[in-house]
């Protein structure tokens, strides 16, 4: 797993982080469409079939998955009383 500091908000971005996510794996970079987009930005996954690689590639799916930080629990302090 591999960690990004932000999370992209369009397809230009997308483009460049997947390619940032591929070349280290030797991979071809997939054709990314507007359903690659939404379902990132609905379903925090998505997946790429053969048929969007321009290249040939040795597997039938590449999946992407964003596992987002859990938001940190926000403490909240109740006073009571007089002071």
């Not at 971005?13 to 591929?22: E, K």
Request: net charge negative; with cysteine.
């Amino acid at each position: 797993m591999r960690e990004f500091p932000a999370r992209p908000l369009d397809a230009e971005s997308w483009g460049r982080l997947i390619a940032d996510i591929a070349k280290p794996l030797d991979l071809a970079c997939p054709v990314l469409l507007d359903k690659h987009v939404q379902e990132l930005a609905r379903f925090n996954r998505t997946w790429f079939t053969q048929a969007d690689f321009i290249e040939s590639v040795p597997f039938d799916r590449f999946e992407l998955e964003i596992f987002p930080d859990k938001k940190k629990e926000k403490k909240t302090d109740y006073i009571f009383g007089d002071d």
